[in-house]
């Protein structure tokens, strides 16, 4: 039995699948993180969102967990799981998003208990989450 690790049709991210369906158990594995972190960004997000239009500007839990989800995830999903050579991501982007989600972080979690923080640093919680889903998706 040969092992078939080239990259499929449907581009970088479908690979063929070898014999004894590692490759597809590892597949499914970055699937659901990648879930598990896009629920995060909406947590992030919606609930920043949300807490501006409603009244003082606070970091609310939703915030937290999504900070929290990011980063957990977003470390997972950096593992070498693809099997190596062009599906890889650039190690540059992936130290530049860890810098993003950890910056973010810490602002959220340091400023969780606060009963209203300053609109300068709400605004950099929101702009940074924009700029890191910016830097998945224009960074090739």
Known sequence: MEDDLSIGEDGPAVFARRQDGRMLIVEAIRLVLLYLHLIGF????????????????????AMLWGAVIQVLTGIGLSAPLRGGGDAEPDPGKLVTKLVLGLAIFVMVFFSR??????RGHFLAIVGLTLVNAAVAVFWR
């Open 113 to 118: 208990k606060r009963p209203e923080v300053n």
């Open 42 to 61: 909406a947590l992030l997000l919606g609930g920043a969102i949300a807490q501006y239009i409603a009244g003082p500007l606070r970091i609310n839990s």
